[in-house]
Every structure is written in C-alpha cells, then in structure tokens.
C-alpha cells in the first residue's frame, strides 16, 4: 500500500493506463492474426483484412502502445505478403 496521496494516484492512473493497453494491444494481435490467415488462405477479404491491420497497428504506435518501429516492421510484413498473394 502507497504511504503517500500521490503515490496512491500514480497507482491508479497505472492501472488504468495497464488495462486500456490491454485491451489495444489484444485488439491489434487479433486482427493481424486474422489478416495471416486470410492471406495464407488466399482469401478475396485478405485486402480489407489487411487495411484494417494496418490502421489499428498506426493507432497502437501513436498512442505508444507498441514501439512506432515495431508496428512499421509488422506493417510491412503483412503488406510484402499480401503482394506476393496478389
């Protein structure tokens, strides 16, 4: 338990912020999952899958839930296979 007024704050503000993250971070790993499938499946929705992917990816970065560089590599990634599928 924080002794302090302000300590017991900065421990609210980390859960909050810890449980937003979460939420973010599962919703992005479940759509990039989603748009590797569709593209190993040759699916006709892999583009739209994709798109999808790559907006929630820039999000999580500007909202410095994932590392900017991190969701750029995984953003070309999913992009450079959806090519070679095309």
């Given at each position: 338990m924080s002794n302090h007024p302000?300590?017991?704050k900065r421990?609210?503000?980390r859960i909050t912020r810890t449980s937003r993250n979460r939420s973010?971070?599962?919703s992005v790993?479940?759509?990039v999952r989603q748009a590797r499938a569709a593209i190993a499946?040759?699916?006709g929705q892999a583009a739209q899958h994709v798109k999808k992917a790559i907006q929630l990816l820039a999000s999580a970065a500007s909202?410095?839930?994932?590392?900017?560089k991190a969701a750029a590599r995984t953003t070309s990634r999913i992009q450079a296979a959806?090519?070679?599928?095309?």
């Open positions: 302000s300590a017991a421990n609210r503000q973010i971070r599962s790993r479940t759509v499946a040759g699916d909202k410095g839930v994932l590392h900017k959806l090519s070679k599928l095309a």
